[in-house]
T-cell receptor, first 111, second 110 residues
Framework: DADVTQTPRNRITKTGKRIMLECSQT?????MYWYRQDPGLGLRLIYY???????NKGEISDGYSVSRQAQAKFSLSLESAIPNQTALYFC??????????FGPGTRLTVT | RKEVEQDPGPFNVPEGATVAFNCTYS??????FFWYRQDCRKEPKLLMS???SGNEDGRFTAQLNRASQYISLLIRDSKLSDSATYLC???????????FGTGTRLLVSP
């Protein structure tokens, strides 16, 4: 079984809709991250969390929010989706020496 | 200057060739680095960690040049399965976050 899972794997939604992407991990790591990837721009950090009470904004947090429900669960929400949020979204966990382990990604399309 | 810069490629090489990629970084305080591999539409996966001067793992060798602030990845005896995008990654904030390069694409042909 995969150590980091994401749901859904693919989603098409309309502008203005609220959408939640979910991430679960069985690696026992405290640190979790959300990234988006766009062609030519690489991976950009949206939010990260070091434990359930610690949430930090990344470089592109505007338009997104997160919830750390438990050590194993970290959700990303788009409160009102817009077309330029169309991207590939990855969740990741990290050990204490910085090695990150990624989920399979969610391909989100906002029409 | 971008924090992490890579030549996007693509590097087109025949099977069996040796190929090298460079990555430059701007934070002179960085002590260690990672190379990740990403297949098309898949998640990045850790390929190698680079501490001190370098690291070798089979056909893959990573080297670090602190004076010039670049790291390199050398792949010997390229295989078709090596075709992927290689991401150079620099930790910051004491491993709290990773800064990713945009990647170098490698295409290995028969």
């Amino acid at each position: 079984d995969a150590d980091v899972t994401q749901t859904p794997r693919n989603r098409i939604t309309k502008t203005g809709k609220r959408i939640m992407l979910e991430c679960s991990q069985t690696k026992g790591h405290d640190r979790m991250y959300w990234y988006r990837q766009d062609p030519g721009l690489g991976l950009r950090l949206i939010y990260y969390s070091f434990d359930v009470k610690d949430i930090n904004k990344g470089e592109i947090s505007d338009g997104y929010s997160v919830s750390r429900q438990a050590q194993a669960k970290f959700s990303l929400s788009l409160e009102s989706a817009i077309p330029n949020q169309t991207a590939l979204y990855f969740c990741a966990t990290s050990d204490l020496i910085g090695k990150q382990y990624f989920g399979p990604g969610t391909r989100l399309t906002v029409t | 200057r971008k924090e992490v810069e890579q030549d996007p490629g693509p590097f087109n090489v025949p099977e069996g060739a040796t190929v090298a990629f460079n990555c430059t970084y701007s934070n002179s305080a960085s002590q260690s680095f990672f190379w990740y591999r990403q297949d098309c539409r898949k998640e990045p996966k850790l390929l190698m960690s680079v501490y001190s001067s370098g690291n070798e793992d089979g056909r893959f060798t990573a080297q670090l040049n602190r004076a010039s602030q670049y790291i390199s990845l050398l792949i010997r005896d390229s295989k078709l399965s090596d075709s992927a995008t290689y991401l150079c990654v620099v930790p910051e904030g004491g491993f709290q976050k990773l800064v990713f390069g945009t990647g170098t694409r490698l295409l290995v042909s028969p």
